[in-house]
């Protein structure tokens, strides 16, 4: 079930808070500067990962800190190992590959609550991410013994107690 809320996500009770970085981001606006003022490892952490790994945009990062708090860094825009390399807009593409590694580490990890704010503001933007999101629910199951993928909404239906 997906659940809009507003307010500020740092207070937010869901296992993980996910936000769209580039390559060795700053950190240094908006919900990124939250968070690396909240959890300077968590920043140091991922240069450090980003330093060792060489991401590619359309990635994704977990980060675990003290007390359960759970970070995932999804790499949206393009960009370089440089630090004070200044980055471009977040593509449709990389957001869609991003959002695909976000669902596996979720998967991986067993989280059952996420806390994602929204990546751009206009009603381009926010189409895009949706249908991107839409893409990605589409075929998020795949049938065992069929190599056919199906949706959510399918599985849902599916299940006595869960379905509409």
Same mark, same amino acid.
């Given at each position: 079930m997906i659940q809009l809320v507003?307010?500020?996500i740092l207070l #937010? !009770? *869901?296992q993980v808070i996910a936000h769209g970085v580039s390559i060795n981001d700053a950190m240094d606006k908006g919900l990124?500067? *939250?968070l690396h003022d909240h959890y300077p490892a968590m &920043? !140091?952490?991922f240069h450090h990962w980003c330093h060792q790994h060489h991401p590619k945009a359309g990635d994704a990062w977990l980060w675990s800190g003290v007390g359960g708090k759970h970070i995932i860094n999804l790499i949206t825009r393009e960009g370089t190992d440089a630090h004070d390399h200044r980055h471009g807009k977040a593509s449709i593409s990389n957001?869609? &590959?991003a959002l695909k590694a976000l669902v596996k580490i979720i998967d991986k990890e067993?989280?059952?609550s996420l806390a994602l704010p929204r990546l751009a503001t206009d009603p381009? #933007?926010?189409r895009r991410r949706v249908e991107a999101l839409e893409r990605i629910m589409e075929r998020l199951v795949v049938i065992p013994g069929t190599n056919r993928s199906v949706g959510l909404d399918v599985i849902l239906d599916l299940v006595p107690f869960a379905g509409s």
């Amino acid at each position: 079930m997906i659940q809009l809320v507003e307010g500020d996500i740092l207070l #937010s !009770k *869901a296992q993980v808070i996910a936000h769209g970085v580039s390559i060795n981001d700053a950190m240094d606006k908006g919900l990124a500067l *939250a968070l690396h003022d909240h959890y300077p490892a968590m &920043h !140091k952490d991922f240069h450090h990962w980003c330093h060792q790994h060489h991401p590619k945009a359309g990635d994704a990062w977990l980060w675990s800190g003290v007390g359960g708090k759970h970070i995932i860094n999804l790499i949206t825009r393009e960009g370089t190992d440089a630090h004070d390399h200044r980055h471009g807009k977040a593509s449709i593409s990389n957001v869609n &590959h991003a959002l695909k590694a976000l669902v596996k580490i979720i998967d991986k990890e067993n989280f059952t609550s996420l806390a994602l704010p929204r990546l751009a503001t206009d009603p381009a #933007s926010v189409r895009r991410r949706v249908e991107a999101l839409e893409r990605i629910m589409e075929r998020l199951v795949v049938i065992p013994g069929t190599n056919r993928s199906v949706g959510l909404d399918v599985i849902l239906d599916l299940v006595p107690f869960a379905g509409s």
